[in-house]
């Protein structure tokens, strides 16, 4: 309830809307991209080898037959998009999942192949894998199809909340496979981490921040433990009386793995990622302007953000007859755009004030200003010749947002979606 007001409070603060409805509208697209300079392309492969109980992101269990169709629908969404986007320089490719490693060998290259043929690709390619799928063979492929830029998801490294997290491998298994990719010709290795797991001791987690550091990974993404209602997790959270670390306890694990990363040279590159100075970071999320392909596959472009069907079977029937996928869309106004914008920015802990004057034409001090003096004197940021700096308190609060409004929108969105492949409205 308490929560619920302060969500309506800022948002109308921030967007000035009463209420966010995405509903079930294919936007008119044409136009959509002649003033956008530069996008990035998600690519959904929506498929695991197991459910894991705390998992948001939309999947179903693998199969090759499935695998075979999917990849022919994904090649008529990016002929849908290849007219519309033209010329225009793609400058980011992320592969996302689900598990983009169970498509390996059927399917990943092909698709990969068409979308360098279809785009003006002018970037790396980022790609997630599973880390029981990161053989020296599987290594070689991966590396071979260009992909160069690689996170796997190790999640823990005591045996016990692995088993409790129900991922198939041991700590020193785990701890072997990511040594063997940072021994090949990756430029970037980023390895998820998730804390604050119940029952977890500080010590543990040390211990493990220690352990991610001594493996030699480029980067870390270190995620307290979300539970999602719609979830595994979520439904059984109740019943199994889980203990979820308070937000103090949160606190004080995510200031030891700081501890750990910063004395080991990293340094923060969005709220949960510490990067290695001169690595070239590994980011999903915070790419301006992005179309999204496949099943669940998001787009964002200035005005509107839209969301495929989260049903691999609806995607592929509805690209065989000639439909796009596309479920929900929600216009955008320009306060939501430029509220979106400062999310996604601060998100990333720094940003220069020129780059919201270039997007939207707006002195940020004219919109923003009161707010960023106010935070700045609370000690949550700099504000240095004109860059905004997110001090690690700022960071954690930041955190403590995003626990109240994007895992709301997402089990609202995510969950509702996948409880129903075209939903005529959801209500954020
Ligand atoms: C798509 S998965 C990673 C790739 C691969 N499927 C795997 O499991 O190794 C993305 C990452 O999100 C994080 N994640 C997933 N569910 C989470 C949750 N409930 N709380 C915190 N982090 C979560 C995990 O760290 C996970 O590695
Ligand atoms: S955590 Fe990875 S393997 Fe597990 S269900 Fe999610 S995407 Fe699949």
Not at 382 to 394: E, F, M, P, W, Y
Not at 416 to 421: E, I, L, M, R, T
Request: net charge neutral.
């Amino acid at each position: 309830m308490l929560k619920d007001c302060i969500r309506s409070n800022l948002r109308r603060l921030l967007t000035k809307e009463k209420s966010i409805v995405l509903e079930r509208r294919i936007p008119f697209l044409e136009r959509r991209f002649e003033n956008i300079e530069e996008l990035g392309v998600y690519l959904h492969i929506p498929f695991c080898e197991q459910i894991c109980p705390y998992c948001p992101y939309y999947k179903e269990i693998y199969h090759p037959d499935l695998a075979e169709r999917y990849t022919k629908a994904i090649k008529s969404e990016i002929n849908f998009y290849s007219n519309l986007v033209g010329n225009k320089p793609v400058t980011s490719l992320y592969i996302g999942g689900g598990t983009p490693t169970t498509m390996l060998y059927s399917g990943l290259e092909e698709i990969l192949e068409h979308i360098f043929k279809s785009f003006n690709m002018q970037c790396d390619i980022h790609m997630e894998s599973h880390p029981n799928h990161l053989s020296s063979d599987n290594l070689k492929t991966i590396i071979s199809m260009g992909i160069n830029h690689l996170s796997t998801g190790v999640e823990a490294l005591q045996d016990r909340h692995l088993k409790f997290l129900n991922r198939p491998y041991t700590a020193e298994g785990v701890k072997a496979v990511v040594e063997r990719a940072v021994s090949k010709d990756f430029k970037c290795i980023n390895v998820d981490f998730i804390f604050a797991l119940p029952n977890q001791t500080y010590s543990e987690v040390e211990q493990a921040g220690h352990a991610l550091v001594e493996m030699g990974v480029d980067q870390i993404a270190a995620y307290p433990l979300f539970i999602f209602p719609y979830t595994r997790m979520g439904e059984t959270a109740n019943d199994n009386n889980y203990k979820i670390s308070s937000l103090l306890k949160r606190r004080k694990m995510l200031g030891i793995l700081e501890g750990i990363f910063y004395g080991a040279g990293f340094r923060r590159t969005s709220v949960w990622a510490f990067t290695k100075p001169g690595v070239p970071k590994y980011c999903s999320v915070t790419v301006p302007l992005y179309i999204g392909l496949g099943a669940s596959g998001g787009s964002y472009l200035k005005d509107v953000f839209y969301l495929n069907t989260f049903h691999v079977a609806e995607y592929i029937n509805a690209l065989e007859d000639g439909r796009m996928p596309i479920a929900v869309s929600l216009d955008l106004s320009e306060n939501m755009q430029m509220a979106g914008w400062l999310y996604w920015r601060t998100y990333e802990t720094r940003f220069m004030k020129k780059d919201f004057k270039k997007r939207f034409g707006k002195d940020f001090d004219n919109i923003y200003g009161r707010y960023v003096k106010l935070l700045s004197l609370l000690g949550f940021l700099n504000d240095d010749a004109g860059q905004i700096v997110l001090s690690d308190k700022g960071t954690y609060w930041l955190h403590v947002l995003e626990d109240l409004f994007s895992l709301d929108y997402i089990s609202k969105l995510w969950g509702n979606s996948k409880q129903n492949p075209w939903p005529t409205k959801v209500a954020l």
